[in-house]
Nanobody, 125 residues
Framework: QVQLVESGGGLVQAGGSLRLSCAASGRTLSPYTIGWFRRAPGKEREFVAQITWSGGPSYYTDSVKGRFTISRDNAKNTVYLQMNSLKPEDTAVYSC??????????????????WGQGTQVTVSS
């Protein structure tokens, strides 16, 4: 399995930006679909964004469309989540996950076999 490590979280004021990184080791990320999920205190884990391997579509949950951008650098074996115009409701632990293969739909959490430990994002008002 591929091992994933997130970084880039922190404390930011509303309206600010952060870029999260999801670095992989053990295997190349090229054959995987990568997803970002988040879990806010007292809430269920929520899908945020997903990117397939080269040439495929990306997907976003409605609440982050136009503000977040998912991208990948296969040469660096890393996936990024650029988060702009952050809101207090974006506060959560963000985790990346890897699902083997190509998905032409939003993959379910159960499709992702490898998960990182998460990074905390806190947006102050």
């Amino acid at each position: 399995q591929v091992q994933l490590v997130e970084s880039g979280g922190g404390l930011v004021q509303a309206g600010g930006s952060l870029r999260l990184s999801c670095a992989a080791s053990g295997r190349t990320l090229s054959p995987y679909t990568i997803g970002w999920f988040r879990r806010a205190p007292g809430k269920e884990r929520e899908f945020v964004a997903q990117i397939t391997w080269s040439g495929g579509p990306s997907y976003y949950t409605d609440s982050v469309k136009g503000r977040f951008t998912i991208s990948r650098d296969n040469a660096k074996n890393t996936v990024y989540l650029q988060m702009n115009s952050l809101k207090p409701e974006d506060t959560a632990v963000y985790s990346c996950a890897a699902a083997p293969g190509y998905y032409s739909r939003i993959a379910g959490a159960g499709d992702f076999g490898s998960w990182g430990q998460g990074t905390q994002v806190t947006v102050s008002s």
